[in-house]
């Protein structure tokens, strides 16, 4: 990493594990793809809530040559109600336990900048999926009574096949030489 990671608090104390954690996951993301020219993290604790206690928001920004990747972690799993009104989102908002503990947060929001590293790492590579097409072979050899037989691919393998992995249960319209 270029510069150093900056990790900001806010409404939380912070401790030394905690930056020594984040900045470990920092480091590690280097891994994935570099070079990476500089990374911020925000950790929040909006109000406590008394029955809920501290959801945490997380946020990374990472700087890239070829731009910037921002992870928000926010407390609710529902995008869709961030919008809507306070007093229905308070109704309705559920925040998974596991987001109430601090690591937990930080693990979950450094995983998601880690896929959203390796989703750029591949679109920058040009990297595309390239769907051969279905194998092709003849039939070489039946059995009708016996319920198999075996088929030549274009490479000269022979392979055995039973009745029952013919699709739609046509093993009986098969014929030598069938594709």
């Given amino acids: 990493m270029i510069l150093p990671v900056q ?3 806010r409404n939380i104390d912070s401790t030394k594990e905690i930056e020594e954690k984040i900045a470990a996951r920092a ?8 070079p990476i020219t500089s990374c911020r993290v925000l950790v ?3 109000a406590r809530h008394q029955k809920r206690g501290y959801a945490f928001h997380i946020r990374i920004d990472l700087t890239v040559a070829e731009g910037e990747i921002v992870v928000r972690r926010a407390p609710t799993l529902y995008p869709r109600e961030r919008g809507l009104g306070a007093e229905r989102r308070r109704k309705r908002m559920e925040t998974r336990p596991e987001r109430q503990h601090l690591k937990v947060a930080i693990r979950e929001a450094f995983d998601a900048a880690r896929r959203r590293l390796q989703d750029h790492a591949r679109r920058s590579r040009a990297d595309v999926k390239a769907h051969r097409p279905a ?6 050899k039946l059995f ?3 319920g198999y037989g075996y ?4 490479d000269g393998r022979e392979i055995y096949f039973h009745a029952n ?3 739609n249960n046509r093993f ?3 014929k030598l030489g069938s594709r």
């Avoid at 480091?27 to 570099?34: A, G, M």
């Fill in 135 to 140: 194998p092709v072979a003849r039939v070489t």
């Fill in 7 to 9: 990790i900001t608090f």
């Fill in 144 to 146: 009708p009574v016996e």
């Fill in 44 to 46: 929040e604790a909006p």
């Fill in 165 to 167: 992995s013919v699709i």
């Fill in 172 to 174: 009986q319209s098969l």
């Fill in 151 to 154: 088929i030549e691919t274009s």
């Fill in 27 to 34: 480091r590690k993301l280097e891994t994935f793809y570099s």
